[in-house]
């Protein structure tokens, strides 16, 4: 059990890690407020194509400007190599390379399953 919580907290304190922890929450935030729409009385297919336009227009924008999760981390942590809440993170230069390529991918596949899900496009 030691050996887990040990492993757990050097995850926790690896910058590559606690930053995609950041963006997951921002495109969850969008998620969010689509299925909160999709529960809504009274929905009109309009409001259903307006909703998924929305979420995949903020998922885009995304991909160049941090959504607020992200961009109040990066704030937080400042300039390399940086720490969060007191605790230094180990941080890489690759890091932040290897965050865009992920989050171009994750956005990318996210809004291609949504355009084939629902039919857009």
């Known amino acids: 059990m030691k050996g887990r919580a040990s492993h757990t907290v050097k995850g926790l304190k690896q910058f590559k ?3 995609f922890v950041h963006l997951l929450l921002d495109i969850l935030s969008e998620l969010k407020d689509l299925i909160l729409l999709f529960q809504r009385d009274g929905l009109t297919l309009q409001m259903v194509s307006d909703g998924l336009q929305k979420m995949t227009l903020a998922l885009v924008a995304m991909k160049t400007v941090p959504g607020q999760h992200l961009k109040q981390f990066l704030d937080e942590v400042g ?23 992920v989050k171009e991918k994750l956005i990318n596949g ?3 399953y949504v355009t084939t899900r629902f039919g857009m496009g």
């Open 110 to 112: 996210f809004c291609d």
């Open 79 to 101: 300039p390399f190599p940086g720490n969060n809440s007191g605790v230094e993170l180990d941080r890489k230069q690759v890091d932040d390379d290897n965050l865009h390529k």
């Open 17 to 19: 890690t606690v930053i």
